[in-house]
């Protein structure tokens, strides 16, 4: 649709037009009935006025009547002039009203505005509408890592590269932050919204340059239609919302169209976020361990901490609790209670050469807060070997950030494991670069590597390569005795897993001497 037939008026300005309009028809009734009224009575004002200011010359009434007409000829032009300029703020109020300031793409009330009318008249006209909830992925690193300026000048031009591809029966729309809305009318049953998100989609192909650098943007975007998704401007919006957020958490790399089992899913955890909410503030949740043993003693290393939720009789995966808290903004919240209540436990059941590996999320370990808060907790427990599990995704996230942090939590006293790894994109070679005193190879490695010799080679290269700078390695994941076996080569290497203990809460762990024996025996 041509933004030149969009809405162009506020409330406002129609109702100061209307009020002119009538200001305008009364005036004029007035002088045409003056006029009328002159001739009429043959009223000679002129010639009255004439013949007075000739009797009394003395009183200068020429120059006085002058004057006034002075005077009107130039509160006529004042006049005129602030009708001009009222004209101009209207218009100026109106588009700030209806177009985004940053982009001059219609903003959210307009694009409202719009969808609503479309979809009344496609009752009529059997038309489907289409909506697609557009956001850029990574927005936030772009900000953090060149500065909002830079963000601000990425929104723009990719809202004029929006803007570019859209065709006149097809609406572009910015809602705020780095959200885009796409609206569409076309014939029920046609597949043209896939023309259209393919058009979407080649606006990632070239990258974006801001400030002399090259940036590369993704999008995720999730697609809801009338009348198979909702009928009304906020069901649309709904749906297209969360197949949006269904395409970001899944990294999917195409739109998402709405389901009904995505918005079960979403309604499923909007009840869980407000759940968790309530069940941080009053601890409801509590913490299970699981040993890491050494393949040459047996003896039990240190402890994972792993988070449980026991909702209501059901077990709530750890990982979506790490992710409603942050989706609901406790992400902070939730890790001051995670290290106090580890720490309290571990200070009970922990041997003094024993360590505690706490995992720590990417927004939790680059929060601004994070140091500060780590520093204030531990200062009140007496010494325990802490380490915080951070995932590769951290390392991609803010490398240099990252590295500064791993130093000061060193200077601390506290040591970083990389879990997961081999998992993420980062180099190998940026170990060496990070005063990391563990990585834990992901179960997935070890599972291929028992029975495939290419993944056997993997396993065997990180092992070998991590044992070369000083760093040592946690297998996760052993389950079974021909892992375990396979594993034996590796000299030193460290164990966790449920072939030798479950998690389970402090007070209920596994002696040692059995660990010891199933390490060494089995």
Not at 31 to 44: D, H, Q
Not at 150 to 170: H, Q, W, Y
Not at 454 to 471: F, P, Q, R, T, W
Request: overall charge negative; proline content about 2%.
């Amino acid at each position: 649709m041509k933004l030149d037939i969009l809405k162009s008026q506020t409330q406002s300005s129609m109702l100061m037009k209307k009020r002119a309009r009538v200001d305008f028809i009364v005036g004029t009734l007035f002088v045409v009935i003056m006029v009328i009224l002159s001739f009429a009575f043959n009223v000679e004002f002129v010639e009255s006025v004439y013949e007075f200011t000739r009797s009394h010359e003395s009183w200068e009434m020429d120059e006085l009547i002058f004057s006034f007409l002075w005077i009107a000829l130039t509160a006529t032009i004042y006049g005129i002039r602030r009708v001009i300029d009222i004209k101009s703020i209207n218009k100026e109020i109106t588009y700030h009203a209806y177009y985004d300031s940053l982009t001059g793409l219609p903003n959210r009330t307009l694009a409202l505005s719009q969808l609503d009318k479309l979809l009344q008249n496609s009752h009529r006209t059997s038309t489907s509408i289409g909506v697609i909830f557009l956001d850029l992925d990574g927005f936030k690193d772009v900000n953090d890592s060149y500065g909002h300026e830079a963000g601000d000048i990425l929104i723009k031009k990719v809202g004029e590269k929006l803007a570019s591809i859209i065709r006149n029966d097809e609406i572009v729309a910015r809602l705020g932050g780095d959200e885009f809305l796409i609206i569409a009318g076309f014939p029920q049953g046609t597949t043209n919204i896939e023309s259209l998100i393919n058009r979407l989609f080649k606006c990632q192909n070239e990258p974006f340059s801001i400030n002399s650098r090259s940036i590369d943007m993704s999008f995720s975007m999730g697609v809801a239609l009338s009348p198979q998704h909702g009928n009304s401007v906020q069901e649309l919006l709904i749906a297209a919302d969360c197949a949006m957020y269904e395409a970001k958490r899944n990294k999917l790399n195409t739109a998402c169209y709405y389901t009904d089992e995505i918005g079960q899913k979403i309604s499923e955890r909007y009840r869980l976020s407000s759940q968790l909410k309530l069940a941080i503030q009053n601890e409801q949740l509590y913490l299970v361990y699981q040993p890491i043993a050494c393949a040459v003693s047996g003896a039990i290393e240190g402890y994972e901490t792993l988070t449980r939720w026991n909702l209501q009789g059901t077990h709530i995966n750890p990982e979506l609790v790490i992710n409603l808290a942050e989706d609901i903004g406790l992400s902070e919240d939730f890790f001051k209670w995670l290290l106090k209540t580890t720490l309290a436990e571990g200070s009970r059941f922990l041997k003094r050469d024993q360590f505690i590996a706490i995992n720590v999320s990417v927004k939790q370990f680059l929060d601004v807060n994070f140091l500060v808060n780590t520093q204030k907790i531990i200062s009140t427990f007496d010494h325990i070997n802490i380490e915080f599990e951070i995932t590769e995704s951290s390392l991609i996230a803010n490398f240099t950030e990252t590295t500064n942090r791993i130093d000061a939590l060193n200077t601390m006293g506290i040591k970083v494991m990389i879990d997961d790894f081999g998992t993420g994109y980062s180099s190998l070679s940026r170990l060496k670069h990070l005063k990391v005193d563990k990585i834990k190879i992901d179960r997935e490695f070890l599972n291929d590597a028992v029975n495939d010799k290419k993944s056997a080679g993997i396993y065997e290269s990180i092992v070998a390569l991590a044992h070369k700078l000083d760093i040592d390695v946690v297998a996760e994941g052993v389950e079974t005795k021909e892992q375990l076996d396979y594993l034996r080569q590796f000299k030193p290497i460290f164990l966790q897993g449920y072939l030798f203990q479950t998690p389970k809460i402090s007070t209920e762990q596994t002696s040692e001497i059995i660990i010891k024996d199933i390490i060494l025996h089995t």
